[in-house]
C-alpha cells in the first residue's frame, strides 16, 4: 500500500465521530480505511471498522455487514468481525433497506462499545439511482461526521450533492489503485468462505424450535424448502453468530455445515439467496 499525501490530512483533521468512505469498485476503500484504521491506532483511539460491503467484504465475510472494535495495532493482526449483519446476498441493489438497516445497527453497536472513531466501508454500487439511494439512505441513517469521498472525476457528484450535514474530504482515487475482474472478484469470495468453513461440522437442528426468516421476513421453510448449498445465517435471538451452509432436511431436522461449535440458545436460521460454492444467486428459496 503507498499512502496518498492527503491521506495524513483525513488522520490530522478526524478526532472523533463517524466517517463514510464512498467510492466506485476499485477506487481503493478498502486500502485507505486499512490506512486509517492503523494510523488511529498508533495515535491510541479506539477505532472501529463497519463493514458493509457485502461483496467484497475484508473485515467480515460475502454476504454480511460486520463489524470490529480495534483496541490496538495488534488488533490489526487479528482482522475478523465481533458481529455481523445477515444480508445472505452479494447484489446490494436488491437489498436497499436491509443494507442501510444493517449498516446502521453496526454503527450503533460500534458506538456502545465505545469506539471513539467509526469508519464505514462500503461497496462500490454509486451509479445512478440505485447507488444514489444506497448511498444517500445509508447516510441519512448513520449521520456521519464526515463523508469521505474517493473519486476519479465526478462520479460520486449526485450523491455528495445531497450530503446535507457532514464535512466532505474529496480524495482522488490513488494511481496505485488496480481494477480486479468478476473471476478474481470470485476467487477472493471462495478464498473467504473457504478460510470460515475449514473446521467445520455438520450439525442437526430441529425445524419446530427454529424461526426461519428470507430477505427480513418470516419464511414457511415446510412449504417452500431450500437450495442446496444455500448460504445460512444462524442466530441467536437478533444477532447471526455465524454462518452455516444448507445440506437437507431430514426427518424433522435441518442439517447445516458450520463451524460453529456451541449449538445452545440458537432460535433462528436466515435464509440467504447465493450458493457457497459456485455462488449462483437463487432468487426464491425452493424445495
Ligand atoms: N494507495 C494504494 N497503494 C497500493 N495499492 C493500492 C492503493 N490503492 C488501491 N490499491 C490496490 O488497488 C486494488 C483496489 O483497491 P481496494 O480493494 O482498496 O478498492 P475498493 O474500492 O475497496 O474496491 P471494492 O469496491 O472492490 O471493495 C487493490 O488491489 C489494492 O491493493
Ligand atoms: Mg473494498
Known amino acids: 500500500m503507498i499512502p496518498e499525501p492527503d491521506w495524513k490530512d483525513i488522520v490530522k483533521e478526524l478526532r472523533k465521530g463517524t466517517a463514510v468512505v464512498l467510492g466506485a ?16 491506532l498508533h495515535k491510541n483511539i479506539k477505532v472501529s471498522l463497519v463493514d458493509s460491503d457485502i461483496g467484497q467484504s475484508s473485515l467480515g465475510l460475502p454476504g454480511t455487514i460486520s463489524m470490529k472494535v480495534f483496541n490496538s495495532p495488534r488488533d490489526m493482526d487479528d482482522f475478523k468481525a465481533d458481529y455481523m449483519f445477515f444480508i445472505g446476498s452479494l447484489n446490494p441493489s436488491e437489498h436497499i433497506p436491509r443494507m442501510i438497516e444493517g449498516t446502521k445497527a453496526m454503527v450503533e453497536k460500534s458506538k456502545s462499545k465505545g469506539a471513539d472513531i467509526v469508519i464505514v466501508d462500503t461497496t462500490g454500487l454509486i451509479a445512478g439511482g440505485l447507488g444514489k439511494e444506497l448511498k444517500i439512505g445509508k447516510i441519512r441513517a448513520i449521520k456521519p461526521d464526515v463523508v ?11 450523491i455528495l450533492s445531497l450530503v446535507e450535514d457532514a464535512v466532505i474530504y474529496l480524495v482522488d482515487v490513488s494511481r496505485f489503485a488496480r481494477e480486479r ?21 455438520i450439525i442437526g437442528l430441529s425445524i419446530k424450535e427454529l424461526d426461519f426468516f428470507y430477505r427480513g421476513r418470516r419464511f414457511d421453510v415446510k412449504t417452500t424448502g431450500i437450495e442446496p448449498d444455500v448460504l445460512l445465517g444462524i442466530n441467536r435471538g437478533d444477532s447471526t453468530v455465524a454462518l452455516g451452509i444448507f445440506q437437507r432436511f431430514k426427518d424433522d431436522k435441518i442439517v447445516i455445515k458450520t463451524p460453529l461449535k456451541s449449538l445452545s440458545g440458537i432460535t433462528g436460521i436466515m435464509i440467504g439467496s447465493f450458493t457457497v460454492e459456485n455462488q449462483v444467486t437463487v432468487n426464491k428459496p425452493s424445495g
Not at 25 to 40: I, P, Q, S
Not at 151 to 156: A, C, F, S, V
Not at 181 to 201: L, P, T, V
Open 148 to 158: 469521505i469521498a474517493l473519486q476519479r472525476g465526478e462520479e460520486l457528484e449526485h
Open 181 to 201: 475482474n468478476r473471476k478474481q472478484r470470485i476467487e477472493y469470495r471462495n478464498k473467504k468462505f473457504a478460510e470460515y468453513f475449514k473446521d467445520s461440522q
Open 25 to 40: 469498485t476499485d477506487a481503493g476503500k478498502t486500502t485507505l480505511v486499512k490506512y486509517l484504521l492503523k494510523e488511529f
